[in-house]
């Protein structure tokens, strides 16, 4: 009797297990031939399931986005003000740091691959950042896309120094801080 293959949970223990090789290789120096050796499938299983290198990657880039807005939404739902959603924001981040180093790294180097091979800079992270900043709007509360954008903005810079290793930055206070001053500004706006 064949072996029966949920299609789905397969790709997607593919895609987890390939994150961690491209965080290792980069995503320019990782072959797809060097990613299905170290998947442990051939090169035709891959092909079967991801068009393309990039596909794969795409398709790993919108599950991480998935994942972390449903693992950060558990956390951030507790909190009852701006002020603490934002803080546990932090928190979460402070947990999952190296992945979202790691993951901030490798969005920067895809883009800067793709600009070479294509000659322009890719759409495929404007609808990332688009899930991001509805998200920031959903989960946390904030009402105007241009505050949401800002959040946003502000969580992308907090992971790029860790990135470069800023000892000075706390995600969690940092974070904070932003939502006081979000809070500060609404509460003014309406005075």
Known sequence: MP????????KKELLQKSFD???????AALTTRELAQE???STGTLYHYFPSKAALFEQLV?????QDVVKATVEIKKAKTLTAKLEALGKFMETQQTNCIKQMFLWIEYCQQ??????????FFERIDE????AVIDVIGVKDPAIAWLVLTMINGLIIEKLWGNSHVSLT???KLLGELITAHEEKKYD
């Open 39 to 41: 998947l442990g499938v």
């Open 173 to 175: 206070e940092h974070l």
């Open 3 to 10: 072996k029966i293959v949920d299609t789905e949970q397969y």
């Open 62 to 66: 919108e599950e991480l986005c998935q």
């Open 114 to 123: 793709q600009e070479k091979e294509q000659g322009e800079k890719t759409q």
């Open 131 to 134: 899930r991001y900043h509805q």
């Open 21 to 27: 090789l491209f965080a290792q290789k980069g995503y």
